[in-house]
């Protein structure tokens, strides 16, 4: 009878052979920016719309997650902010202590920073717990040169 080893268990968070090395999923989540490329229509005023309904965070006080939905609404400037860096860019709260609060304030600030739009509307719509619902919503207007 031929024995025929078992592989490894591919199934857990790390690889056997580099224990602790981070996936790759984790790494660009890491290292991703907010990358933008210029917007195909300047002059022309017109709203981007997007939905990323799989925001996570931690309570800064409990530790419990938190859940949302993000909303941006925004009319790009220059720049307008490219979809996978965006979506990689709200994968790195999953694991931030941080109030709901402070979480779409940041947001707000990160994506004004990174392409200046005309104006942006952040909105955060976290899931109940403990029988409260939060919705947190900010805006932003650039303010005219000259």
């Known amino acids: 009878m031929t024995h025929i080893p078992t592989p490894p268990d591919r199934s857990s968070t790390s690889d ?21 490329f210029p917007n195909p229509r300047p002059g022309r005023h017109y709203t981007i719309d997007i939905t990323l ?8 006080f409990s530790g419990y997650p938190d859940f949302a939905t993000i909303y941006v609404h925004y ?8 979809l996978k860096a965006l979506k990689l860019y709200i994968n790195s709260y999953r694991d931030r202590y941080i109030s709901h609060e402070e979480s779409v304030n940041q947001i707000l600030d990160d994506i004004v920073a990174a392409c200046d739009p005309l ?12 029988n ?15």
Not at 25 to 34: K, S
Not at 75 to 82: A, G, Q, S, T
């Open 75 to 82: 009319v790009p400037y220059e720049k307008v902010v490219e």
């Open 132 to 146: 409260v619902h939060t919705v947190i919503e900010v805006k932003h207007q650039r303010k005219d040169e000259g």
């Open 53 to 60: 309904p799989e925001f996570t965070c931690k309570c800064p």
């Open 16 to 36: 056997p052979e580099t224990p602790n090395t981070p996936k790759y999923g984790e790494r660009q989540i890491a290292e991703g920016d907010l990358i933008t």
């Open 119 to 130: 104006e942006i509307t952040i909105k955060g719509d976290f899931l109940p717990r403990g």
